[in-house]
Nanobody, 121 residues
Framework: QVQLVESGGGLVQPGGSLRLSCAASGIFFSIGDMGWYRQAPGKQRELVASITSVSNTGYAASVQGRFTISRDNAKNTVVLQMNSLKPEDTAVYYC???????????????WGQGTQVTVSS
């Protein structure tokens, strides 16, 4: 099972930047997709960005062009660089990773504990 630890959240002014990091540890054969979801108060959790094991990426329309996701397979980390932040980006951001315990095994999602991002002047 994979454990995910996030870091990098905080308070930033509109137009500012933050960098979220997530490190995976534990016993697993391989990690497939990784990414970030977010959940604002009173709203459903939404996918922000995802990245495959070969670094194909996908983004929510609301963050396209402002956020960049990347990963380091050797270190089992995923990073979300967030630029030009807006108040509507305020949310708890959750890292996820799909891992399997053996070759041809089923991928299982694991989640981080969440990190708060607040965009406010």
């Amino acid at each position: 099972q994979v454990q995910l630890v996030e870091s990098g959240g905080g308070l930033v002014q509109p137009g500012g930047s933050l960098r979220l990091s997530c490190a995976a540890s534990g016993i697993f054969f391989s990690i497939g997709d990784m990414g970030w979801y977010r959940q604002a108060p009173g709203k459903q959790r939404e996918l922000v960005a995802s990245i495959t094991s070969v670094s194909n990426t996908g983004y929510a329309a609301s963050v396209q062009g402002r956020f960049t996701i990347s990963r380091d397979n050797a270190k089992n980390t995923v990073v979300l660089q967030m630029n030009s932040l807006k108040p509507e980006d305020t949310a708890v951001y959750y890292c996820y990773a799909a891992s399997r315990s053996r070759l041809f095994g089923k991928y299982i999602d694991s989640w981080g504990q969440g990190t708060q991002v607040t965009v406010s002047s």
